[in-house]
């Protein structure tokens, strides 16, 4: 019977798609290229909006942002939605941010939608000014349907965060409501804790013996030391040690090291820079001595802190160094007065953070429609099924593939 209505789902995703493929791809064609392309965005503008944003979101600060607009792979030539207004003394002035890409390039799919662009992490909350919130939502969703877009998607958003919450109010004046496509929790630190006690909460007496057990035989190698560099200097020696360990272990064996594609290594050097000129991000770094065994980027906006990527040195995995890092990290945003939360950034149910990070975020994919009992919405929501129905046992395949090549290698 699953596969009966699995096969039954298909057809009429299918149907649904090309029902919906001529106009499509016109809007395809023309929704993009009707909005302002990112980078001529004021910076400016864009820093004040971010500064007095509803939600933070720390790839979508503009330094993050332009860096992976401009080169990263896959990432690059990215529009915008951009809701205008005019403050006092009609001084103008942005109250609603969030990049977008047309479907076809989301999703290779031929439907009428916008698609936040991914950011180079698992986070695209689009940023709305905190004091007229419902107001900036209204404007992007207006701008979108100005576009020719029937839809708009909002893809890893934080589903019960304010900027949800506006959305959905937006929404709610016009008789409409948001559609989930997909949910998970993740991993994240509520850093308003004592750190000693929720990590003995979180690991408990036993897991963290073990740990300190590890620790010591690693103090072998040298005095362990934990660093975090924020000024230029130490930005620029400490992300080249970032990259050099991300590439040295199983991400450059599935060749997703960022150092390994010219343009991520341009992005994340211009993005690292200058966010951390604005005291936005950091790198955190675990030595052994002199040896350097873990090593991550870390960025922060407003009260909330983003865990972005972790390298590791594999010649010392029997001491769980990405774990050792992980725990000094607790203990530094924990002590930090500024932060309230960390979030992971992380995959639902990744094997190193959810144990000890035991807050939970969901995040979701959200479905905005823009008109009223319009047919064309019924038709985004089918393709997308298909294309999950079609790509999921795909994806399984690869995982399985690729672990079983791991342990064998």
């Not at 939970?360 to 009223?372: E, F, Q, S, T």
Request: glycine content about 6%.
């Amino acid at each position: 019977m699953v596969e009966i209505a699995n096969a039954a789902q298909a057809a009429a995703a299918r149907r649904a798609v090309g029902f919906v493929r001529e106009q499509a791809d016109e809007s395809n064609s023309s929704a993009e290229t009707t909005l302002a392309l990112l980078d001529t965005i004021s910076a400016e503008l864009w820093r004040r909006l971010s500064e007095n944003a509803i939600e933070p979101n720390g790839y979508y600060l503009p330094e993050w942002e332009l860096a992976v607009n401009a080169s990263a792979q896959a990432r690059t030539s990215v529009s915008a939605l951009a809701a205008d207004a005019v403050a006092v003394h009609d001084t103008p002035c942005l109250i609603g941010l969030l990049p977008v890409i047309s479907a076809w390039r989301a999703y290779n799919l031929p439907l009428p939608a916008l698609v936040s662009a991914d950011p180079y992490g698992t986070l695209a909350t689009p940023l709305l000014d905190r004091d007229r919130a419902d107001e900036a939502a209204a404007s992007l969703m207006q701008q979108a349907r100005n576009a020719g877009a029937h839809a708009l998607i909002l893809r890893d958003i934080t589903l019960d965060g304010a900027a949800m919450m506006a959305f959905t109010r937006a929404l709610a004046s016009e008789g409409l409501k948001p559609r989930i496509l997909q949910s998970h929790a993740r991993a994240s630190l509520d850093a308003t804790r004592n750190a000693d006690d929720m990590l003995r909460d979180a690991l408990g007496p036993k897991k963290l013996k073990e740990l300190r057990r590890q620790r010591n035989r690693l103090s072998e190698h040298g005095e362990v030391i934990f660093t975090i560099a924020t000024t230029p200097s130490e930005i620029k020696r400490d992300l080249g040690i970032f990259l050099a360990l991300e590439a040295s272990g199983w991400k450059a064996r599935r060749g997703t090291a960022l150092a390994q594609h010219e343009g991520d290594a341009a992005f994340v050097r211009r993005a690292v820079y200058d966010a951390a000129a604005r005291g936005n991000c950091e790198i955190v770094t675990l030595h052994a001595g002199e040896t350097p065994v873990a090593s991550a980027i870390v960025l922060r906006h407003l009260d909330r802190a983003f865990y972005f990527k972790l390298g590791v040195d594999e010649n010392f995995a029997k001491y769980s160094p990405g774990v050792q890092l992980t725990l000094e990290l607790t203990r530094h945003m924990c002590a930090d007065d500024t932060i309230a939360m960390v979030d992971s950034t992380a995959i639902p149910g990744h094997p190193m953070i959810d144990p000890i990070w035991r807050g939970r975020l969901a995040i979701g994919d959200v479905l905005i429609p823009l008109n009223r009992r319009d047919p064309f919405v019924p038709a985004i929501r089918l393709g997308l099924a298909l294309r999950t129905l079609v790509r999921e046992p795909a994806r399984r395949i690869v995982h399985f593939i690729r672990k079983f090549r791991e342990t064998r290698s």
